[in-house]
Every structure is written in C-alpha cells, then in structure tokens.
C-alpha cells in the first residue's frame, strides 16, 4: 500500500526527515512513534501527497504519490491531521457530508445514500446526537470524532491518522482503536497512525516505526522495538517495560524522578 524509500524533506534550513524508509502492507496497522518534532507529521504529509520530498521515493500502491490526480489520491487516502483548522460554523453533519466530496463531485449534491454513510460512520465514532450543533462549538474530543467520520465516511483503502487518540478520553481512545481494528477487517483498510501512546500502539499495531530527529531509530513489530533500551534512546527518559497483563505485548511504563532515587531503583530491578 504505501513505500517509503530514503525520503529527504527539510523546511528551509530545518531538517525534519533525513533518510526515512518504510513499508505498509494492504490491511496492516502501522504506528508511527516519537518525540515531538521528531518528523513524524512530515511523514505523513508526504504519505499523502501534502508536501513534496527534496529527494527519496514516495509510493502508493506502487505509484508515486505525486503521479495521482487528487480527486484519484483523495478516494484512496483519507488523512485526520493533528489540528484542523475550523473557522465555519458548519454543523457536524455538514462536516462529515465534505468527507464524500471526492465521490460527488464539489458541484453536484449529495444524495440519500450519502446523508446514510455520513450518519453510519457518524454512529460509528459516536457523534450521531451532535449531528445539528455546529463544529465550532465542540470541545476538542467531539471535534476529533466528527473529523474522523468525516474520513470514514469518504470509504478510503488507507486511513492516515495524526494523534488521532490525543483529545480523547480514555474509553473513546480504545473505541477509537477498535473501530480502526473492525475497519481492517471489514473492509481490509490500511492505517498508518502517528501515535504517543506507546501502550496503544503496542496493543493494536502490526508493526510500529520510532523516529528521532527525522531518522529511523527501530521498526518492527512493538515487542521488538518497545523494549527499554529502546524507548531511553528514543526519548532520553527512563522507562520500564513489561508484559500486558492482556496478551503477549510489551506494557511501558515511564519512571518518575522520585523513583529513581531510591534504593533499589526501578533502574536497576529491570
Ligand atoms: P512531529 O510531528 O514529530 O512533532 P513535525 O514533522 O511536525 O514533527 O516537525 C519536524 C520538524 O520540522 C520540527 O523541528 C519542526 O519544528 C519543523 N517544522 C514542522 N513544520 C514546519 C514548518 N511549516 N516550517 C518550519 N519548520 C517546520
Ligand atoms: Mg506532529
């Protein structure tokens, strides 16, 4: 679905990537990880065809992302940035109806069949009964839900979703993640999401990738690359890792300062 080969993108003097690799198969969940400004959004837009890399290579399905119209590029690939910017009041139902644009057509109206796919993928993230209130007036977890249906409902093959789980409470992060998993397996979608939960990427990731300062530190499945020693290079903190309780997947758990000045320190017991 996606390949990725030595991607070089800087921002003027800034370089965000340096060299970046990867690969994302049909249906797989693929997490991105890392510290803030590691490029990790970068990656994605480039994923998407939103920025152009100075060098490197840039496929999807096996054709460069820049070779694909963007009503083309736009049916296959649905992308949640971070931030949307929102300035309209339109109403949640009229955000999620611009997710069928690609489909329409921007002059042609939405039928019957469209209003049905934006109210499922609107039942589906749990923002049905917001559907008259305008955006502007949600907090942040509510905006966050109504923008991914907004991307369910365009029915793209591959979902790129940025901190999608960061504005979220804890029991719509795991809704949010199981949706994706029902998604994969209804439908065979491919996500690719940038993600600092390590324990959520460690639950519901195939493979997950770590960057720092635009290079690839690790990538694999999360019990290869979750490991402490790791996760210290990665992001300069002490952390502990063991087994999930649930499964054979790694638990990470940051150490705080007054921890580690004790005897017998959570450093050394690993
Ligand atoms: P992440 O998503 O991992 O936090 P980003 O990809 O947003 O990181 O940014 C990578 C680097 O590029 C950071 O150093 C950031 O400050 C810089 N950067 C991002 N966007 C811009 C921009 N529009 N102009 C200049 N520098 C940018
Ligand atoms: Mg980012």
Redesign the pocket.
Known sequence: MVSLEQLVFS??P?R?LDGVSMVVGEGEFFVVA?P????????LKILCGLERPQSGRAELLGRPVSAYRRKERSQLVAYLPQTVPLDFPFSALEVVLMGRHPHVGLLHMEDRDDVDKALEAMARTDVAHLKDRPVTALSGGERQRVFLAQALCREPRLLVLDEPTAALDPAHQVRLMDLLEDLRHERGLTVVM?SHDINLAAMYGDRVLL?KHGRVVCQGPPEEVFTFQTLEETYGCVVLVDKSPLGCFPRVTPVPKRYLQKEGTAKENR
């Open positions: 921002y003027g800034i965000a890392g803030n400004g590691s490029g990790k959004s970068t990656l940038v960057l």
